[in-house]
C-alpha cells in the first residue's frame, strides 16, 4: 500500500487578508506534486485553523499573507498551537514576506519561509525535509 | 500483546470522542495500516448506533454549501455532528485539493462538529472501504449523526453512499431535460432529491422532471417501498433546508417503521462492506509488490505464453481463495 503515504498540507489565510490568489496557484501546484491539500481559504481565524489541523491531521500547515501583519498574526497561530499541543506541525509562509522579518519569524517558530522569488521546487524540498516523507516516487499504478 | 493494548487504548480514545486519536486513526486508514484492524474490528462490534447521512451530487451542485447548512440546523437542535468529506484525487499525480471545508468554516471551533476531509488517492477500488472504515471511527466518536458527502455519480460512491442510511441526491437546474433525470444510476440510490439553486431558472421543470422518473419507478402495492422526495433548496441562503432535515428524518422513521425494508438495506451494506474487503484482499495478494511467488509467477508466465486464458488463471485463483 504505497499509496496510502502522502503528505498532508492545510493552507489557509489568516484575518482580513483577501489576496488568495497566490496560495490557490500554490494548492494547485502542490497537488500536481502529489500533495493533498486541505483548502482552507480566507478569513480563518486561529483558533479555527487549529482545531482544522487537529480534525484533519495534517503534517505541515501552510499561511499565505500579502498584508503587513503576519507577524502578530503568525506569533498567535503558534500560540495556540503550542496551548493545543500541536506545534511540532512544521509552519511555513508565503507570499509578500519581507526579508528584515524573517529573523523574528523564525524565533517564533516559522520553518519555511517563501517570499517572492521561491519555487515550486523549494517548496517541495521543504515539505519533504520536515515531513520525513517522499512524494509519489515510487507509484507503480498498482494502488 | 502490546499491539492489542494498544488497540484497546485507541478504541476506548476514539469512544471518549477524542479527536486527535480519531484523527490518526482515519489516517492510519487511509494509510492502508494493517495494525489497525483489531481497533475496528471493536468498534464495529459497539458501533452501528449513528444514523448516516450521504450527500452526492455533481460538482459544483452546492453539497458543502449544503452540508454546512444542514450542520447548522443541527447544531440549532443541540445535535452534534461529524462530517466526512469526500473530495476526487488526481489521476496523474495522486493530489488532491480537498476544499469542501473551505464552506464550513464557521464550524471549526465548534466542539459539537468534527470535519475531516478525504482524498480518492490511489486506493484503487478501495475508496469505498477506506470511507467504510472512517465512518465506523466517525460512529464511535459518540456524535449524533454523520454526514458523509462525495463527488459524482461513478461506482466508487454508489459503494459509499451504500453506507448510509438515508441518501440526499443534489441536482441543479439546467443539468438536462426529462431524458437526463431517467438515465439509471442515480435514481436507484436516492432517498431524497434536492435541487439546489432553485433560485435559478428551470428550477421547476427540473423538479417536474425527476418526480415523474421517481413516481414511475415507485410501486404502490409494494408496502415498504419508500416514495423519494424532491425538495428545492438555496443553500447559499439556507432556504427550504429545514424542509430536507425533516424529510430525512421521515424517511429515517419509514425505516423505523418497515424493519423488513430496513434490514434489507442493512444486509445490502453488509454485502457490500464484505466485497470490498475480500476484494481488496485479492488485490493485495495479487499486485502488491511483495505478492509474487513462484506458483503465480507461473500462472502469468502461461498467460503471456497462452497456454492457459485469463479465464482459467482467475478461476484457478478464486478457486484457491474458497
Not at chain 1, 494548492?27 to 481559504?41: F, M, S, T
Not at chain 2, 413516481?215 to 427550504?240: C, I, M
Request: with cysteine; net charge negative; hydrophobic share 45%.
Amino acid at each position: 500500500m504505497s499509496a496510502g503515504v502522502t503528505i498532508r498540507c492545510l493552507l489557509g489565510m489568516l484575518g482580513t487578508d483577501v489576496h488568495s490568489k497566490g496560495i490557490r496557484t500554490l494548492a494547485q501546484l502542490l497537488r500536481d506534486r502529489g500533495v493533498e491539500v486541505i483548502y482552507l481559504g480566507e478569513h480563518n481565524t486561529a483558533d479555527g485553523m487549529v482545531s482544522a489541523l487537529i480534525a484533519e491531521d495534517a503534517d505541515v500547515i501552510g499561511l499565505s499573507f500579502s498584508t503587513s501583519t503576519y507577524v502578530h498574526y503568525t506569533r498567535d497561530l503558534i500560540e495556540r498551537m503550542k496551548a493545543a499541543g500541536v506545534d511540532d506541525v512544521p509552519v511555513m509562509l508565503g507570499g509578500l514576506i519581507h526579508r528584515e522579518d524573517e529573523a523574528e519569524l523564525r524565533s517564533i517558530g516559522v520553518k519555511g519561509i517563501f517570499g517572492p522569488g521561491s519555487t515550486t521546487e523549494q517548496i517541495v524540498r521543504f515539505l519533504e525535509e520536515v515531513t520525513g516523507k517522499r512524494l509519489s516516487a515510487g507509484r507503480d499504478g498498482f494502488g | 500483546m502490546t499491539a492489542s493494548a494498544d488497540a484497546l487504548d485507541v478504541a476506548a480514545a476514539v469512544r471518549r470522542g477524542d479527536v486527535r486519536a480519531s484523527a490518526r486513526l482515519i489516517s492510519r486508514i487511509e494509510a492502508g495500516d494493517e495494525s489497525i484492524v483489531p481497533v475496528l474490528q471493536s468498534l464495529y462490534l459497539a458501533g452501528g448506533n449513528t444514523p448516516v447521512i450521504g450527500i452526492t451530487g455533481p460538482p459544483g451542485a452546492g453539497k458543502s454549501t449544503l452540508v454546512d447548512q444542514l450542520v447548522s440546523r443541527y447544531r440549532a437542535k443541540s445535535l452534534t455532528v461529524a462530517v466526512l468529506a469526500i473530495d476526487p484525487a488526481s489521476p496523474f499525480s495522486g493530489g488532491a485539493i480537498l476544499g469542501d471545508r473551505v464552506r464550513m468554516v464557521r464550524h471549526n471551533t465548534d466542539s459539537g462538529v468534527f470535519i475531516r476531509s478525504m482524498s480518492s488517492r490511489g486506493v484503487l477500488g478501495g475508496l469505498a472501504r477506506a470511507a467504510g472504515d472512517a465512518l465506523i471511527v466517525l460512529g464511535a466518536m459518540g456524535k449524533d449523526l454523520i454526514l458523509v458527502e462525495t463527488v459524482g455519480v461513478g461506482q466508487n460512491e454508489i459503494d459509499i453512499m451504500r453506507h448510509a442510511g438515508s441518501v440526499v441526491i443534489l441536482q441543479t437546474p439546467g443539468t438536462g431535460d426529462a431524458v437526463q433525470a431517467v438515465k439509471a444510476g442515480i435514481l436507484e440510490i436516492g432517498d431524497v432529491f434536492v435541487v439546489n439553486k432553485s433560485d435559478t431558472p428551470g428550477a421547476d421543470r427540473t423538479v417536474a422532471a425527476l418526480r415523474e422518473a421517481i413516481e414511475f419507478r415507485y410501486d404502490p402495492h409494494d408496502a415498504n417501498a419508500w416514495l423519494p422526495s424532491v425538495l428545492k433548496t438555496q443553500a447559499t441562503d439556507a432556504s427550504g433546508v429545514e424542509e430536507l432535515v425533516q424529510t430525512i428524518e421521515r424517511h429515517a422513521a419509514h425505516l423505523a417503521s418497515h424493519p423488513q425494508a430496513q434490514r434489507q438495506r442493512l444486509l445490502a451494506q453488509a454485502r457490500v462492506r464484505i466485497t470490498e474487503l475480500v476484494s481488496e484482499g485479492l488485490r493485495r495478494r495479487y499486485l502488491g509488490s511483495h505478492a509474487m511467488n513462484a506458483p503465480f509467477a507461473a500462472l502469468l508466465d502461461d498467460l503471456v505464453d497462452r497456454r492457459t486464458d485469463p479465464y482459467a488463471a482467475a478461476g484457478r485463483l478464486l478457486g484457491a481463495v474458497g
